[in-house]
């Protein structure tokens, strides 16, 4: 099984909302990422959990803040978003932080109002 | 610096024609290389890597790429293209803990 799933799919949010992304993967990897992308544009990495502990941030904003509660699951908790926010947001996981192959879920389609 | 290129923004091509896309990278040593395909609004897909050995690799799909150093070039290939290939594809470097996506290349089947 080389599936990693994310929830939701789509969500909408205001500027003053809460929210969280979540995402889940059970092929034992332990390293886990969050990307951003834009249209048109490669996805943009934001966070790397190497064994749940937060390994690498590329100087994202603090209204992201990622989350990872054991080896299978990351989440990333969103928190006065800004318009420019909206994005695809995509997780991956690899079997380990180091060159190896990132599996992708489908993403998860932000619209911040 | 070091860096992933992709030459072609867009290409066409004909259904049941031949495809090469380009990628080229600039790093000091051999790193990973995968392809990776991407349907609008999707997730990224992984049709191939090379990590060492045979410097021909085959992938889903139908697809295959060549690793040649000399070039530092990791080229994808398809002997035919089906309709269903249109997409979005993204040449991407692994090397130490980075991961490096290419700007993409996107591709349109003619019919």
């Known amino acids: 099984d080389t599936e990693v799933t994310q929830t939701p799919k789509h969500l909408v949010m205001g500027m003053t909302n809460k929210k969280s992304l979540k995402c889940e993967q059970h092929m034992g990897h332990r390293a886990m990422y969050w990307y951003k992308q834009k249209a048109k544009k490669p996805p943009e990495l934001m966070f790397v959990?190497?064994?749940?502990?937060?390994?690498i941030n590329e100087s994202v904003p603090s209204r992201f803040s990622p989350e990872c509660p054991n080896s299978s699951l990351l989440n990333l908790h969103l928190h006065a978003l800004q318009p420019e926010d909206s994005a695809l947001y995509l997780c991956?996981?690899?079997?380990?932080?180091?060159?190896?192959?990132?599996?992708f879920g489908p993403g998860t389609r932000l619209l911040v109002l | 610096a070091q860096s992933v290129t992709q030459p072609d923004i867009h290409i066409t091509v004909s259904e049941g024609a031949s495809l090469e896309l380009r990628c080229n990278y600039s790093?000091?040593?051999?790193?990973?290389l995968f392809w990776y395909v991407q349907s609008p609004g999707q997730g990224l897909q992984l049709l191939l890597k090379?990590?060492?050995?045979?410097?021909l690799v085959q992938g889903i799909k139908g697809f295959e790429a060549e690793f040649k150093r000399s070039q530092s070039s990791f080229n994808l290939r398809k002997p035919s293209v089906h309709w269903s290939d249109a997409a979005e594809y993204f040449c991407?470097?692994?090397?130490?803990?980075?991961?490096?996506f290419g700007p993409g290349t996107r591709l349109s089947v003619l019919p």
């Open positions: 959990y190497s064994y749940e502990k937060l390994s």
């Open positions: 991407a470097v692994g090397y130490g803990q980075n991961f490096v």
């Open positions: 090379y990590f060492s050995g045979d410097t």
């Open positions: 790093y000091g040593a051999t790193p990973y």
């Open positions: 991956a996981s690899s079997p380990r932080v180091a060159q190896e192959t990132q599996y």
